[in-house]
């Protein structure tokens, strides 16, 4: 997280993300399960989501990083003020 002082999410927000997410990930979960398909195919599909998953969560970090970065002043231990 940042130290610098800005919009800060409500728990509720937070919350309701999380339930989001596990919601999301429960009904993707059953409907592979339920997917009447070979076992490969559902390992395949099963294998796909976690994969689009971990690049979602790698890609949100990039872009807040990248918002951070640019609104930070850069760090010059040098140069007088």
Request: aromatic share 12%.
């Amino acid at each position: 997280m940042s130290d610098t002082p800005g919009k800060q999410n409500t728990a509720a927000f937070y919350g309701q993300a999380v339930a989001s997410f596990a919601v999301a990930m429960a009904a993707t979960a059953i409907g592979i399960y339920q997917l009447s398909a070979d076992a490969w195919v559902r390992g395949f599909l099963a294998i796909a989501v976690l994969y689009l998953v971990t690049s979602a969560f790698t890609l949100a970090k990039v872009i807040r990083d990248r918002q951070e970065g640019a609104a930070a002043p850069a760090y010059a231990p040098f140069e007088k003020r």
